[in-house]
């Protein structure tokens, strides 16, 4: 029996920096198979002859797995451990890339994106629970600073990469998902030799029932960064759903790297928010978050009424600004209150907000510009996110501490 866990653990644990980079990694690469994807909408559009109903509902399908994940494995590895609940999740991203690899049809397409949902959704709150336990001590502000920067670094760099193989390299369909599942594998190894931080972790007792993880203690103090989760995300979602449409349609930029690049904009500015402003109080954070969604929506309907190149990476730059900062204050906020026996349960539903957040406005840009028009659809969309904005704003404002 020795002999057997011996084998199931790792010789050589990575620790410290090198733990905090394998776990980072780990977001990145997660969050990756996301954007992966963005840039060949349109090409899977051609090819397998779908309306824009459809990829509307291809593009939010993943939210079906995000969710699922979470509310019934939300709470897996505060009992099976961190590690296991990891590589877990790495296995359904390696099936959802092979699935878009071999993809045949629009059945393909939504099953890469459930599957992709379910990982993102395991590893999201795997992950970021595990961050704040390496960091240990009262210093959760660098945990958050750590899961929130490579998890939008990994949707930059994914979906740059993914737009420069599309355009320039050969096999536009598969090359993309080749090279992510030697990352995928890459990282997969990393994990297997990271330092476990749950004690005594039993795999063989995980709930698998629909669930949210959110003592009554801590309910009241997680008003504020699931308001602002849900709405940075989307913002964002919103912004994701209506990208590829303007660059092609009104910018008339057909250069599948184009939407990669606008995507890695956005990655690199939330990064370098997230860096500038770690010493803001995540209240103080939150609270700009949710000023700035108000012009940031206006921008991205600005840019698909002018046409101009100019305001679509001014818009860029102001959707980027608001994610970065309520996306660190938020995650900060959920990881200073959760208590360390429900970790990831309180992490993952604080992702459940985000992830709704994310599809509602894909969906609903979707089916309203079926009934009306794209441009109606987007100024109703944008209006709501920023009446949204603006009662969050206030509810936050008059309940400061």
């Not at 240990?136 to 737009?163: E, P």
């Not at 190149?309 to 608001?322: G, P």
């Amino acid at each position: 029996m020795a002999q057997l866990d011996a084998m199931r653990t790792p010789r050589v644990e990575l620790r410290h920096t090198a733990a905090f980079a394998a776990v980072g990694m780990l977001l990145a690469t997660a969050f990756g198979l996301s954007t992966l994807i963005t840039p060949l909408y349109l090409i899977y559009q051609k090819a397998f002859g779908f309306s824009q109903i459809t990829l509307t509902l291809i593009y939010a399908a993943y939210a079906i797995g995000n969710i699922a994940a979470l509310l019934l494995f939300g709470r897996a590895s505060d009992r099976a451990g961190r590690r296991v609940t990891a590589l877990s999740a790495i296995v359904l991203l390696i099936l959802a890339a092979l699935v878009f690899l071999f993809a045949r049809g629009i059945a393909w397409l939504y099953m890469g994106r459930i599957l992709s949902g379910l990982g993102i959704g395991l590893a999201s709150g795997t992950g970021n629970a595990w961050l704040a336990e390496l960091v240990g001590g009262a210093d959760k502000g660098r945990a958050a600073i750590i899961g929130t920067s490579t998890n939008f670094l990994g949707l930059g760099v994914a979906a740059l990469l993914s737009g420069l193989l599309a355009q320039y390299a050969p096999w536009p369909l598969q090359l993309s998902f080749v090279v992510y599942l030697v990352v995928a594998c890459a990282v997969a190894a990393l994990i297997w030799r990271t330092q476990e931080t749950v004690r005594n972790p039993d795999r063989w007792h995980i709930e698998v029932r629909p669930r949210l993880g959110l003592p009554r203690e801590i309910q009241a103090q997680f008003v504020a960064p699931a308001i602002t989760g849900f709405g940075l995300m989307a913002l964002v979602g919103f912004y994701a759903s209506l990208m590829p449409a303007i660059l092609a349609h009104d910018l008339h930029i057909e250069n599948r790297a184009a939407g990669g690049a606008l995507l890695f904009e956005l990655a690199i500015v939330v990064g370098l928010v997230i860096v500038a402003t770690q010493t803001l109080a995540s209240r103080t954070s939150m609270l700009w978050s949710l000023a700035l969604m108000i012009p940031a929506a206006g921008a991205i309907v600005t840019a698909q009424v002018s046409a101009s190149v100019r305001v679509m990476l001014a818009a860029t730059t102001v959707v980027a600004i608001s994610a970065g900062l309520g996306y660190r204050g938020s995650l900060q906020v959920v990881n200073q209150i959760a208590p360390d026996d429900e970790r990831a349960a309180v992490v993952s539903t604080y992702f459940v907000c985000c992830f709704i957040g994310n599809a509602l406005p894909v969906i609903g840009v979707g089916v309203l510009s079926s009934l009306t028009n794209t441009t109606v659809a987007d100024i109703a969309f944008s209006s709501m996110i920023a009446a949204f904005a603006v009662v969050a704003l206030i509810f936050g404002l008059l309940h400061r501490r």
